[in-house]
T-cell receptor
Framework: QQQVKQSPQSLIVQKGGISIINCAYE??????FPWYQQFPGKGPALLIA?????SEKKEGRFTISFNKSAKQFSLHIMDSQPGDSATYFC????????????FGKGTKLTVNP | EAQVTQNPRYLITVTGKKLTVTCSQN?????MSWYRQDPGLGLRQIYY???????DKGDVPEGYKVSRKEKRNFPLILESPSPNQTSLYFC???????????FGSGTRLTVV
């Protein structure tokens, strides 16, 4: 049973454009929602994260939007650059008492020059 | 340099031959976890540990064992590997009070 659904599976964006990746979750007990970025041959690296008491979090060109009632959250990459080309994973976990972390299936982003 | 180190990076083995993938972190992190990554399936958690001698199952623990005898090490043991365990494996750790995991570079395992 997949607890976090991620879309799209792949995304091609022109340099300078906006990349948007969406995730939806089922378990309302989730209270931490990170995004990881993975380059080929490397392990995932934490990019940005949000907790459900906040509707938006911005770090540089990366923004998470969170809709608690719809159980959805999304990653927006503004002014996308070729160096942003990577696979992005959303995830969800329940903090405190457990280290279970559930990932989406990933989105391969390609930013064309 | 703060890091999670996995060994080996690549391994080809035969069905049924016991193997261990080592994982070590030098950041004094309390929490450690193992994941497998398969095309189209993303990352799936195998086991995690919240402290020395404290381990628990993730979503796909069947066919795997772990141990946490020391804080820095969290080896993944495949007692009798099968071809369906062919995958890319990642070890990760995090510090209590901080929520992001630091991942190793991965171990690509092929079971023939």
């Amino acid at each position: 049973q997949q607890q976090v659904k991620q879309s799209p599976q792949s995304l091609i964006v022109q340099k300078g454009g906006i990349s948007i990746i969406n995730c939806a979750y089922e378990n309302t007990a989730f209270d931490y929602f990170p995004w990881y970025q993975q380059f080929p041959g490397k392990g995932p690296a934490l990019l940005i994260a949000i907790r459900p008491d906040v509707s938006e979090k911005k770090e540089g060109r990366f923004t998470i939007s969170f809709n608690k009632s719809a159980k959805q959250f999304s990653l927006h990459i503004m002014d996308s650059q070729p160096g942003d080309s990577a696979t992005y994973f959303c995830a969800a976990s329940i903090q405190g008492g457990s280290e279970k972390l559930v990932f989406g299936k990933g989105t391969k982003l390609t930013v064309n020059p | 340099e703060a890091q999670v180190t996995q060994n080996p990076r690549y391994l080809i083995t035969v069905t049924g031959k016991k193997l261990t993938v080592t994982c070590s972190q030098n950041m004094n992190h309390e929490y450690m976890s193992w994941y497998r990554q398969d095309p189209g399936l993303g990352l799936r958690q195998i086991y995690y540990s919240m402290n020395v001698e404290v381990t628990d199952k993730g979503d796909v623990p069947e066919g795997y064992k772990v141990s946490r005898k020391e804080k820095r090490n969290f080896p993944l043991i495949l007692e009798s590997p099968s071809p369906n365990q062919t995958s890319l494996y990642f070890c990760a750790s995090r510090e209590r009070g901080r929520y992001g995991y630091t991942f190793g570079s991965g171990t690509r395992l092929t079971v023939v």
